[in-house]
């Protein structure tokens, strides 16, 4: 089996673009969550596992999900507390 040496937030943001917009309608909720858990293991910013710890939470989850559509479709990844 290959070893692919690309974080999982990178593979996740070299999908196409198309695959993770219906990801991020279908499963925004779940995916802004764990995309920012996964990315605070990467980058130790206590402000990604923060946001994303609380974008697991029903109600905050929402304005995750929202704010991760918006900024998935202008800048074609998820920026907000994701560094």
Same mark, same amino acid.
């Given at each position: ?9 990178? !593979? ?5 673009? #198309?695959?993770? +917009?219906? &990801? ?6 779940? /995916? ?11 980058? !130790? ?5 923060? #946001?994303?710890? +609380?974008? &697991? ?6 304005? /995750? ?11 074609? !990844? ?6």
């Amino acid at each position: 089996m290959a070893h692919n040496s690309q974080s999982l937030t990178a !593979r996740y943001d070299s999908l196409p673009f #198309v695959v993770r +917009l219906l &990801l991020q309608i279908f499963l925004g909720w779940l /995916a802004s969550g764990v995309y920012r858990i996964i990315k605070f293991t990467e980058t !130790r910013q206590i402000t990604t596992l923060i #946001v994303g710890i +609380l974008a &697991l939470i029903p109600g905050p989850d929402v304005v /995750a999900w929202v704010a991760d559509l918006v900024t998935l479709a202008v800048s074609g !990844r998820i920026t907000l507390f994701a560094d």
